[in-house]
């Protein structure tokens, strides 16, 4: 499987971005797929899950902020996040899995960087 996470950047707080993770190798419209993200000097933690047929959870922290999506055409998963917080710093990573565990496939991740 391969995975390849875009779309990061530095963004004041207040701010948008719109991730993306390109998905090969694997039949991406037959998985479930999720977000997860790691803070400075933090574990990983789970962001947005989206099932195969398009059902969607998010994490308390960003519910209302953050809408995952995906494309089962172009095989690509996305997080569009609005209303970007400090505390929204991290890198973010896109995984198989609705709820993936630290040994589940995920890409390189990507930067996200809010400050003022």
């Known amino acids: 499987e391969q995975l390849v996470e875009s779309g990061g950047g530095s963004v004041q707080p207040g701010g948008s971005l719109r991730l993306s993770c390109a998905a090969s190798?694997?039949?991406?419209?037959?998985?479930?797929m999720s977000w997860v993200r790691q803070g400075p000097g933090k574990g990983l933690e789970w962001v947005s899950g989206?099932?195969?047929?398009?059902?969607?959870d998010y994490a308390d922290s960003v519910k209302g902020r953050f809408t995952i999506s995906r494309d089962n055409a172009k095989n690509t998963l996305y997080l569009q996040m609005n209303s970007l917080k400090i505390e929204d710093t991290a890198v973010y990573f896109c995984?198989?899995?609705?709820?993936?565990?630290?040994?589940?496939?995920r890409g390189q991740g990507t930067q996200v960087t809010v400050s003022s």
């Open positions: 995984a198989i899995g609705f709820t993936p565990t630290n040994k589940s496939p």
């Open positions: 190798g694997f039949p991406f419209s037959l998985n479930d």
């Open positions: 989206i099932k195969r047929l398009g059902s969607t």
